[in-house]
């Protein structure tokens, strides 16, 4: 079973991510999931970015650093849109990682250094119409990567949500979410 390092997305710890670290951790895996917003949990995904952008992104993306710290090396790291930031950063620079799976964001991998690391697998996650990650190039980024992986997929779903595997957001969408997870599980075991 894998141990995994579990980013929250831009409303905060929500009880939909909670829910998805649950699912997984029922399923035999080992699930660690900080707080990157200290306990803010925002019902506005433009406030909880806009509460990031206060923090700062690349303190955002350190304390996702500092959350792998004590860890075992051979951790997959999984992001969900503002999470991928620190998820894509560990899984590109800490020797050892196990797998990326990036859900709903891509950063380019140029961001964290030169190319993504042959040994670690990666899996990118997004709806086909979300504009978020089509217009802001996280869909671009998402096809650099995975052709430059030696492991890598990309899934695109069908539909215009952003975080659509919240199940306590609006935005959910439980068929969507539901073949994540199916997909998210395979890449696991």
Known sequence: MAEILLFHHGHGLTPGVEAFAEHLAESGHTVHVPDLFDGQVFVDLVDGLDYAEQVGFGAIAERGRLAAEGLPADVVYLG???GVLP????AQTKPGAAGALLVSACVPVTEF???WPATVPVQVHGMASDELFVNDGDLDA????????ADGELFLYPGDRHLFADR?????????AVLLMERVLAFLN
């Open 87 to 90: 998820a894509q950063l560990l």
């Open 113 to 115: 250094g030169g190319a």
């Open 168 to 176: 306590s957001l609006s935005s959910y969408d439980e068929v969507a």
């Open 80 to 82: 969900f849109s503002l």
């Open 142 to 149: 998402a096809r650099d990567l995975v052709a430059g992986a």
